[in-house]
T-cell receptor, first 113, second 116 residues
């Protein structure tokens, strides 16, 4: 069975600082990986995804993530945080499961002025 | 059009009421999902419809009854709910339901349900 672990339920950074949100997965074969963002009282919006090909993927709003098979990780980064980045971020995985997506527990990002 | 539309946005109901949540997508997606999300928690899968047929039921209580009238619509019928069922109910869709990778999920904004 696959699972997703997000280290750090809360991350706080200053505006302009690097954002790093951690995601590790457990799977015997490479999964399909996603990062979603959720603003208060809204649905989830896809930030980026890894399916096949290039392991460094770029998403919306300046975010990117790198799939590292050796580390079973898919960490999300952004070089410079903006106040509007404050939200909940979920890492998700699906693997040959025909529609089953597994979500991590989420990381709440706080951006300080 | 890349939207998943959910109605109503807010719903308050008593434990004896019958109500329905509705979801609509016009992206030609063939998989549609219901998720339940409690505060400060990730979404939990409830049901998946694949080509208008129920393909996954995550042992959801029978007081929740899904329905997929056609490939664009998904309903969730609610009856005799409990206060602990209060949550954000999210509808999602994905492109192709019968392949190992069905595409990413597109979510609606959710229906906030409060059971009194």
């Amino acid at each position: 069975a696959q699972s997703v672990t997000q280290l750090g339920s809360h991350v706080s950074v200053s505006e302009g600082a690097l954002v790093l949100l951690r995601c590790n997965y457990s799977s015997s074969v490479p999964p399909y990986l996603f990062w979603y963002v959720q603003y208060p009282n809204q649905g989830l919006q896809l930030l980026l995804k890894y399916t096949t090909g290039a392991t460094l993927v770029k998403g919306i709003n300046g975010f990117e993530a790198e799939f590292k098979k050796s580390e079973t990780s898919f960490h999300l980064t952004k070089p410079s945080a903006h106040m509007s980045d404050a939200a909940e971020y979920f890492c998700a995985v699906t693997l040959y499961n025909f529609n089953k997506f597994y979500f991590g527990s989420g990381t709440k990002l706080n951006v300080k002025p | 059009d890349t939207e998943v539309t959910q109605t109503p946005k807010h719903l308050v109901m008593g434990m004896t009421n019958k109500k329905s949540l509705k979801c609509e997508q016009h992206m030609g997606h063939r998989a549609m999902y219901w998720y339940k999300q409690k505060a400060k928690k990730p979404p939990e899968l409830m049901f998946v419809y694949s080509y208008e047929k129920l393909s996954i039921n995550e042992s959801v209580p029978s007081r929740f009854s899904p329905e997929c009238p056609n490939s664009s619509l998904l309903n969730l019928h609610l009856h005799a709910l409990q206060p602990e069922d209060s949550a954000l109910y999210l509808c999602a869709s994905s492109q192709d339901a019968q392949r190992e990778y069905s595409g990413e999920l597109f979510f609606g904004e959710g229906s906030r349900l409060t059971v009194l």
